[in-house]
């Protein structure tokens, strides 16, 4: 694993992105949407920057399914969402990829009547998106590799870690080889290990 950013390097960019969201939109009431489950560190620092009146809520999304580490089908569940309508929303996700996730929550998100809907990631991968839109607040343009920490994970495991890190094809053939966290915790508790 090879630090890609620093907690301080973090920091700052979260105060940069809280910046520049109260430059634009002033104090007027925000709805902070974070996307389940990668996004729960940058919301959680996030939110605590942006200063003046805020809201919380969250939606889920996945693409990925175990061990893969290019997308896969898109699943979206937003029925843990309060009545956006007339609402200013912030959309908030770990990393902008493909843009896949971004465009269709943008799109669910504008379809239930919200007033206005922006979106921020902390991460965006230096690659081709598959989608025409952009987010409009990004913290990092990171290289296309695969990154875990500061909420992103690997099959479920090093959301905790404080920095962020770049899986090396090592690293992760080592990891799928390796006996998980995740399935060491499935032995004593069939029910449990993450799911998305
Ligand atoms: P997109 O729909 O392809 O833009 O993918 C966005 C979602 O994929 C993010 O919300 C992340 O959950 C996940 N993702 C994309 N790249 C990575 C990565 O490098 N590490 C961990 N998760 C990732
Ligand atoms: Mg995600």
């Known amino acids: 694993m090879r630090t890609l950013l620093t907690p301080e390097q973090l920091d700052s960019g979260i105060v940069r992105l809280a910046d520049a969201v109260r ?3 002033g104090r007027r009431p925000l709805l902070v949407v974070g996307v389940l489950t990668g996004s729960i560190v940058v919301v959680a620092d996030l939110i605590r920057r942006l200063d003046g009146p805020i809201c919380v809520g969250m939606v889920w999304a996945s693409s990925y399914r175990g061990t893969a580490t290019r997308p896969g089908e898109l699943d979206l569940r937003l029925d843990l969402l309060p009545d956006i309508a ?12 493909s843009g896949r996730t971004l ?38 343009d990171i290289p296309d590799e695969f990154v875990v920490g500061y909420g992103l994970d690997f099959n479920g495991e090093f959301r905790h870690l404080p920095y962020l890190a770049a899986l090396d094809p090592d690293d992760i053939a ?23």
């Open 86 to 97: 007339g609402q200013e929303v912030l959309l908030v996700d770990d990393i902008f990829d």
């Open 23 to 25: 430059a634009d939109v």
């Open 103 to 140: 465009e269709a929550l943008v799109t669910e998100l504008d379809r239930r009547g919200a007033a206005r809907v922006h979106s921020l990631v902390l991460l965006r991968k230096l690659r081709r998106a598959e989608v025409a839109m952009e987010p409009e607040y990004v913290g990092f």
């Open 174 to 196: 080592a990891i799928r080889r390796a006996p998980s966290n995740v399935a060491y915790h499935r032995q004593f508790d069939p029910a449990g290990g993450p799911r998305s």
